[in-house]
């Protein structure tokens, strides 16, 4: 008769042979990828990461988006009725998500992935189908609370009965996944707080910055100067930088109103707003509130070419995001650029930039307009608060500690699976 230790080392040695060297790794992206802005980011330097360590990933997602370069893409097929569609908050949304359904599984039969990787919450759905079907683990990107954002984005009203409803299909995909990874500890909190997810379920894993890419220094006074030009910003003003998405709950207003009191209050500021969508719409809302003189939109800007290009001239950079529960991965990028930042308080802001960061309480834009006149006036104080903040990224904000850290969630899932697998056939 086996003892208890005979038993448990030809277990340990089957692991050890089943768990393969690389895994193949089954991303499901509910969105237009490729495009240039923070969760995109997430996603690209979260493949590249897993890459670096040998893993193989493909990218299943919409029709829509820019291919990168070196990440493997399958897009659905585009919907007939509506093939310039800008994906966003409709109704159509639904079909999209049905073709991708259909993509998701098609490919992953096909291909038949260790491990299902959904990114945000119809992803973690369409991935949990995928990966109850072929008996692997799911892990579920979390960027924020699905009802939360749909509050920040005026969808529904917390005291509608489609919110209630839309709480309880949150619930049920939060239920789904073999372990969540959170872009900051405050969504862990919200996880477990709001929706019952057990903490051993969850593992923070921040957005993160590319320090190489991102960094000081990376353009010449020469540089600078021909890009002032370039937009029309005078050689003698001081510059506040912006990078990420155009919208409400992104605080864009906020800017322009903040640019209009600077303006009125004689301070020599220019505004350098980078992104988009609805450039447009916030070109003429700078012209009705007489600051499209002292603000320049550049619309979406080329993550990987010009950004950093850009981000550069700023003297200092801002983030007047309202989100309790969404990462605002544009921080990390000031960060590591040794920007100072000026951020409405929020939790997610305070998790980044910690005692390095200004603050304003959110809404506030006296407030906001008074600490971007303060920090300019002291050019001492925001070096040392660029300093710190581009040390801070450095230590805790590195996507080659993510990779790892993504690394070690995968081969504890797969090898679970794994034993769970070798027990049914005893």
Not at 187 to 200: K, P
Request: hydrophobic share 40%; net charge positive.
């Amino acid at each position: 008769m086996a003892t208890s230790q005979e038993t448990a080392t030809p277990s340990a040695q089957v692991l050890a042979a089943t768990r393969p060297a690389s895994l193949r790794v089954l991303m499901v992206a509910p969105t237009s990828f490729f495009g240039h802005y923070g969760g995109h980011i997430r996603i690209v330097e979260e493949v590249r990461a897993l890459q670096a360590l040998g893993h193989e990933v493909t990218v299943v997602t919409y029709y829509k988006g820019e291919d990168v370069d070196g990440v493997r893409i399958v897009r659905t097929r585009r919907l007939p009725w509506r093939a310039d569609y800008e994906v966003g908050s409709s109704r159509h949304k639904l079909a999209f998500d049905l073709y991708l359904l259909w993509r998701v599984l098609r490919f992953g039969f096909q291909w038949r992935p260790h491990l299902v990787h959904g990114h945000m919450h119809e992803g973690a759905l369409i991935g949990g189908l995928l990966a109850r079907l072929l008996r692997v683990p799911l892990v579920f990107d979390f960027q924020g609370s699905l009802t939360g954002e749909m509050l920040d984005h005026g969808f529904v009203r917390r005291d509608s009965p489609a919110f209630r409803g839309w709480s309880a299909l949150e619930r049920f995909i939060c239920r789904l996944p073999d372990t969540i990874l959170t872009s900051s500890v405050q969504a862990g909190e919200l996880l477990r707080n709001q929706f019952g997810v057990a903490g051993e379920r969850i593992a923070a894993l921040p957005d993160c910055a590319d320090l190489n890419h991102f960094a000081p220094g990376v353009a010449s006074p020469e540089a600078h100067a021909d890009l002032r030009r370039r937009f029309g910003i005078p050689a003698d003003r001081h510059i506040v930088a912006y990078l990420g998405l155009l919208a409400e709950y992104q605080g864009t207003e906020h800017l322009l109103q903040a640019a209009a009191r600077l303006k009125a209050s004689g301070d020599d500021v220019h505004f350098l707003i980078m992104g988009y969508p609805k450039v447009d719409y916030y070109r003429t809302l700078a012209r009705q509130m007489e600051v499209d003189d002292h603000v320049t939109f550049t619309g979406r800007v080329d993550y990987y070419r010009h950004a950093p290009l850009y981000l550069s001239l700023g003297d200092v950079a801002v983030s007047p995001k309202f989100s309790a529960t969404e990462g605002s991965g544009k921080v990390l990028n000031y960060m590591a650029m040794g920007q100072p930042v000026v951020a409405y308080d929020t939790p997610v802001h305070r998790e980044y930039l910690g005692d390095a960061g200004v603050y304003v309480p959110p809404g506030d834009v006296d407030a906001f307009a008074g600490a971007i006149r303060e920090l300019l006036a002291d050019r001492a104080r925001r070096q040392e608060l660029g300093r710190a903040l581009r040390q801070r990224a450095a230590s805790y904000y590195s996507w080659d500690v993510a990779g790892r850290r993504i690394d070690a969630v995968y081969r504890r899932l797969v090898q679970q699976q794994s034993s769970l697998r070798n027990r049914e056939t005893v």
